[in-house]
């Protein structure tokens, strides 16, 4: 039987293997099926590659491989839910570095073989390093960002979208030298040339990466992490383009196509666009602020937060990134179990980019055993709101702005928010009044129908139990 | 190593199939999902594993592309194995409320 023939019926079936995976993630029922069928087709592509190994040097394969596995292992089952946003950008980063490394070391045998090498597998070549390297700083950066190591704020300097036009610039330009090199028909002088060429394209790429990244602000996290995640699938596709394998091209515009996606809804959800969020250094001392809102916060103690809600017959919670931080979801669902004890209705509404990356709320719900019909998202409760007794805002800020409605010179304008202002009563639990990560003032807290419960939101929450139980 | 150019065009068609495809999947999945999506979908772009595996392979390659392709599968290995495995933890604690009382 022809071999050939086999393998490449074996990646068809890896590739529908992820097709149905990615299908099944779609849904709560049968998500974890689904990424367990798209495991198999890994393990099914990983097979039929080692069977394709015409000299397979074992020592060195198990030796990464099993380093590789463990530390994935060992990071997979250590990370706490709320360093997910950092967890998956790093492993996103890996993916890309991994794409940089195939890519170079595809180059680096065709030009020791001194082979001939269409322009095609050029291009892709310098399309492979150049996503694969972006892919892998930028993602170190965000990673930086999101596990505080860098400034969460953006880092802005004079020019900097000058410096990057120049990066991108000399990126093209070598490129273009790059590939129109044909290794095997030119002198070994000149493939010194081509060679320094590209070490010259993975370090601007690399630069590009750092760069593009640290102007982005710790609230847009959401859209850089959907956006880098597409670029590491761009990253494998393009590789897949270098030595010619269908399995790569599909499986990685699948990530790239589902990166993008993700990124179209967090920009909507923000009513920004994808060159706003990139450019624009939004949330930074020098952006625009809106108006200042002046008025008197009304502080609540948790005795007096405690009679509202245990009189109230429907809550709904409104999270942010705050009970990350401050790790309340445990006690939330606890005051949640006791609410609903009590007779009250409880909801959960979940902004679509409340948090560091798509979805983080929902993830650390579901670490404190949430039932997910209880998650809803805005517009379900929105139109209803005004028949809900209190709304608990947790360490959310500005997707809970009613500025975003209001004010037309807020940056927030025209963003979709929950509109927790129109509860009957809404319950701020907050550290201090200091305006959230985009730095806009929130009018919410001066509102008549707002109190502000004060201190960290777990110890908050904590006390709001702790009434109840007696 | 060649390519038939007329070869080509072929890996576009599956390439831009494959990316419709992927935005028609995506497209509708509820954002209660959109972490284990990403990190799902992270984890599959480590299958550029395949190809630093093919590039570790050949017959007679130099050290250096040895070298390469082994450090690129370790980082690949820790992108598919840390990827699944997260995803799977996450996953795991999605539950409805049936399934909640079942375990009660």
Redesign the interface.
Known sequence: MNLELVRGICYIAASIL??F???M?????T??R???V??IG?LI??V???S??????WA??I???G???A???L???L?K?TA?PQ??GL??G??G???L??G???F???W?DA????L??MVAIFLTVLTGGVTFSGSLVAYGKLAGVVTGKPVLYKGRNTVNTAILIAIVASGIFFCAQKLGQVENAETQGVYIALVGIVVLALILGVLSTIGIGGADMPVV??LL?SY??L???A????????????????????????TN?MCKAMNRSLANVLFSGFGSATAAKGAAYEGQARPVSAEDAYLILEAARSVVFVPGYGMAVAQAQHVVRELADMLTENGTEVKYC?H?VAGR????M??LL??A?V???L?V?PQDVNPTMKIVDVAVVIGANDVVNPAAREDQSSPLWGMPVVDVDRARTCIVLKRSLNPGFAGVDNPLFFKDNTRMLFGDAKASVARLVSEFKH | MDLDPAMIPLLFFIFVLAMLLGIELIRKVPSQLHTPLMSGSNAVSGITIVGALIAAGRQDSPTAVTVLATLAVTFAMINVVGGYLVTDRMLKMFKGKDKRRGEQ
Request: aromatic share 6%.
């Open positions: 992820f097709v995976g990615l299908k993630l779609g849904s709560p029922t998500a974890r689904g990424n367990l798209s495991a890994m592509a990983v039929t590659a080692l394709a190994m015409t000299d397979i040097k060195w394969i030796a990464g491989a380093i590789g596995s530390i994935g292992a990071a997979a089952r990370v839910m997910m967890m998956v492993f996103n890996f993916g570095l991994a794409s490394l195939v170079f070391s595809e680096h045998s065709r020791a082979d001939t090498t269409q095609f597998t992490i959907c995640n590491s699938g990253a494998a596709c590789a897949g383009f270098v030595i010619n394998n269908n399995v790569l091209i599909v499986s990685g515009s699948l990530v790239g196509a589902s990166g993008l996606v993700l809804i979940i679509p990356m798509p979805g983080h929902n993830v579901a670490e055993n039932p997910y019909e998650l998202e």
